[in-house]
Nanobody
Framework: VQLQASGGGSVQAGDSLRLSCAAS????????MGWFRQAPGKEREFVAD???????YYADSVKGRFTISRENAKNTVYLQMNSLKPEDTAVYYC????????????????WGQGTLVTVSS
């Protein structure tokens, strides 16, 4: 599976962005899809994932502001980010795993290349 993330950019606090991650290579619906992020000087952290059947799970830091969704017909997962804060500034990575939710830990099967989100105050 190859993952291609897009949609990052520079915005002001309170603005919105939508990230996309297009997958190719294997059956998209067979994978749990998700997003991680890595801020400067910090470890990569879980943001959200969505199960094979479309059930989402969010990190507490983004709950109520971010929405993850998937469109299996387009082999794409999205992350709608609203009410962005400066602390959301990070490189965002999409990820895929076939056997369990991404939130439970352990390495994904596949990573995308990352897209930078910068939120200024």
């Amino acid at each position: 599976v190859q993952l291609q993330a897009s949609g990052g950019g520079s915005v002001q606090a309170g603005d919105s962005l939508r990230l996309s991650c297009a997958a190719s290579g294997r059956t998209f619906s067979a994978y749990v899809m998700g997003w991680f992020r890595q801020a400067p000087g910090k470890e990569r952290e879980f943001v959200a994932d969505i199960s094979w059947s479309g059930i989402p799970y969010y990190a507490d830091s983004v709950k109520g502001r971010f929405t993850i969704s998937r469109e299996n017909a387009k082999n794409t997962v999205y992350l709608q980010m609203n009410s962005l804060k400066p602390e959301d500034t990070a490189v965002y990575y999409c990820a895929a795993r076939s056997d369990r939710r991404l939130v439970v830990g352990g390495p994904p099967d596949y990573w995308g290349q990352g897209t930078l989100v910068t939120v200024s105050s």
